[in-house]
């Protein structure tokens, strides 16, 4: 639960800028959120209850400018307010802090390793991702767990996350016609919930086996002089 020393006012979410107005300098830092989000909406489809953000202010206090991460998630608040979405996310109205908050490290580093830390423990962010695929000798995929109020490194791929009912890890695959390693969604036995093309493809591969079990006993039918129709 979100705590802070309000102020005289507090500006709501519609008052609020809902962007810091700076692009994002590489496309990865759409599309990786967007993967993820892609597949939570398949498999918490059901769920009323979690709010996944992309490139989205989060308002932490209501004199100081937004923090926008990436991605982030929260659980146990609305999924939707209304037709016309959330503008940004503000800490004072959802009285919820994000479980989890993702950065994708650009082509130009910014503050993910450092002062983003701080902000995000600062904040109460249960689980703070970082995820940079030009690294070489150290982690691509760092995942840090706030304990008594600091981070610690987990040192897992992918990693379960109790708290939130899901494991978070990388891996080469196909997205968005781009085949490289991507983030996913994993359950406690370390299996990889699948995207929704490949849940459609599964769908289809499905039907398609029914159709030749069918296929192949109305042949056996036939071949017995019964006609699959009149049955």
């Known amino acids: 639960m979100f705590q802070s020393e309000p102020p005289r006012y507090l500006p709501t979410a519609d008052e609020l800028p809902c962007s810091d107005d ?13 993967l993820l989000k892609s597949i939570l909406q398949i498999l918490w489809a059901d769920r009323m209850d979690w709010f996944f953000g992309i490139d989205m202010g989060v308002y932490y206090h209501p004199e100081q400018p937004a923090i926008v991460p990436d991605g982030f998630l929260s659980l146990g608040v609305e999924r939707f307010y209304d ?7 503000v ?3 959802e009285q919820v802090v994000p479980s989890l908050v993702l950065e994708v490290v650009s082509i130009t580093p910014g503050r993910e ?6 902000e995000y423990a600062k904040m109460g962010v249960l689980y703070y991702v970082i995820y940079n695929s030009k690294r070489r000798r150290k982690p691509k995929l760092e995942i840090h767990k ?4 600091q981070y ?13 009912g899901l494991g978070i890890g990388y891996e080469r695959g196909e997205y968005y016609g781009i085949t490289r390693d ?15 093309a490949e849940q ?20 056996r039918l036939r071949a017995l002089g019964i006609d699959p129709d009149e049955i």
């Open 22 to 34: 700076t692009p994002v300098d590489n496309e990865l830092q759409e599309l990786i959120p967007g």
């Open 83 to 89: 037709e016309e979405l959330r503008p940004s996310y």
């Open 91 to 93: 800490l004072w109205e």
């Open 113 to 118: 390793y450092t002062s983003k830390l701080d």
């Open 146 to 149: 706030l304990v008594k109020g």
């Open 152 to 164: 610690e490194l987990q040192d897992s791929n992918p990693f379960w996350m109790p708290e939130i």
């Open 182 to 196: 991507w983030l996913y969604w994993y359950d406690e036995n370390d299996r990889r919930y699948p995207t929704p």
């Open 200 to 219: 459609i493809r599964q769908a289809q591969a499905q039907v398609a086996q029914e159709r030749d079990r069918s296929n192949k006993l109305a042949a």
